[in-house]
Every structure is written in structure tokens, then in C-alpha cells.
């Protein structure tokens, strides 16, 4: 299964697309405002709105042989480690090796954050490279997974 933490997700289309091709299975997770999937291989799965209730219906079904793709690293944390694997939106491959200093540096950064409220800044823009390397990161997970 490919759970997509979907609320503001850049790649939903590229996810359905990749999943179609190797008939892979896709939860599309949102508190709402996404229009109904077509694609018999999606499925839209409503949750509550509130904190983190996405992240936790996902993290509790995400385990080995599944993607998860977020750019929560909260939610990416619990997926790796039930064994899922986990892709960001811009590409970049959360794994046993590196979800421990990512989730040091989010919360380096919301501390530094908390302490400045007037600290300006944000995360890069999306671009099209981040969109391709996307594409590639889901294509190697799914042919993993296939083995």
C-alpha cells in the first residue's frame, strides 16, 4: 500500500500515476477538501480534522512493504520505524540511517523558532527537479518492494 499524508501534498497526481503503473494501491489521507479519486487503484480516506490525525491513522497502519510518503517527520519517523518505506515530497528517502538527525533538526528548528518569534524564513520552493526526483525515489521503492 502507498499512504499519502495528502493535506498539501505537491505529488498526490505523481503518486497516482507511478501507483497505476505497477497497480500498486494508494490511501490518499485528508481531513478533507480533495476531490474523489477515478482511479479505482486510489481510495480517499477521510479523517477527523484536529492535530496530527492523519499522521496517526497512517502510522498506525504503515509497516514493512508499504510507502509512506509525508512531509511530516514525525509521521516519517514512526513509519520507518515500523519498517514502511518513506518518501518527501521533494525526493529525499527517510530511512533508518537518516531519520534521527532529520527529526534532531526539525526540532532544533521549531525550538529556535519558539524562541524568536520574529525569526523569519520558510522551506525552499517546490521545483521541478524535486517533482522528478520524486518520481524516481517512488519508482525504486515500488520495484523494491516488488523485489
Same mark, same amino acid.
Given at each position: 500500500?502507498?499512504?499519502?499524508?495528502?493535506?498539501?501534498?505537491?505529488?498526490?497526481?505523481?503518486?497516482?500515476?507511478?501507483?497505476?503503473?505497477?497497480?500498486?494501491?494508494?490511501?490518499?489521507?485528508?481531513?478533507?477538501?480533495?476531490?474523489?479519486?477515478?482511479? /479505482?487503484?486510489?481510495?480517499?480516506?477521510?479523517?477527523? #480534522?484536529?492535530?496530527?490525525? %492523519? =499522521?496517526?491513522?497512517? !502510522? &498506525?497502519?504503515?509497516?514493512?512493504?508499504?510507502?509512506?510518503?509525508?512531509?511530516?517527520?514525525?509521521?516519517?519517523?514512526?513509519?520507518?520505524?515500523?519498517?514502511?518505506?518513506?518518501?518527501?515530497?521533494?525526493?529525499?528517502?527517510?530511512? /533508518?540511517?537518516?531519520?534521527?538527525?532529520?527529526?534532531? #533538526?526539525?526540532?532544533?528548528? %521549531? =525550538?529556535?523558532?519558539? !524562541? &524568536?518569534?520574529?525569526?523569519?524564513?520558510?522551506?525552499?520552493?517546490?521545483?521541478?527537479?524535486?517533482?522528478?526526483?520524486?518520481?524516481?525515489?517512488?519508482?525504486?521503492?515500488?520495484?523494491?518492494?516488488?523485489?
Amino acid at each position: 500500500m502507498i499512504y499519502v499524508d495528502a493535506d498539501a501534498c505537491p505529488v498526490r497526481d505523481e503518486v497516482e500515476r507511478v501507483a497505476s503503473r505497477h497497480a500498486h494501491p494508494v490511501v490518499l489521507v485528508t481531513n478533507g477538501g480533495l476531490r474523489l479519486p477515478t482511479n /479505482p487503484l486510489v481510495t480517499l480516506h477521510i479523517v477527523p #480534522a484536529g492535530p496530527d490525525v %492523519a =499522521d496517526q491513522w497512517i !502510522a &498506525d497502519r504503515a509497516g514493512a512493504g508499504d510507502v509512506v510518503v509525508t512531509n511530516d517527520i514525525p509521521l516519517a519517523a514512526k513509519a520507518v520505524a515500523a519498517g514502511a518505506a518513506v518518501l518527501r515530497p521533494n525526493g529525499e528517502a527517510l530511512t /533508518p540511517a537518516n531519520i534521527g538527525p532529520t527529526l534532531a #533538526a526539525r526540532d532544533l528548528m %521549531a =525550538d529556535l523558532r519558539a !524562541a &524568536d518569534p520574529f525569526r523569519q524564513g520558510g522551506g525552499k520552493l517546490f521545483s521541478k527537479a524535486d517533482r522528478s526526483r520524486f518520481l524516481d525515489g517512488l519508482e525504486r521503492a515500488l520495484r523494491q518492494i516488488k523485489g
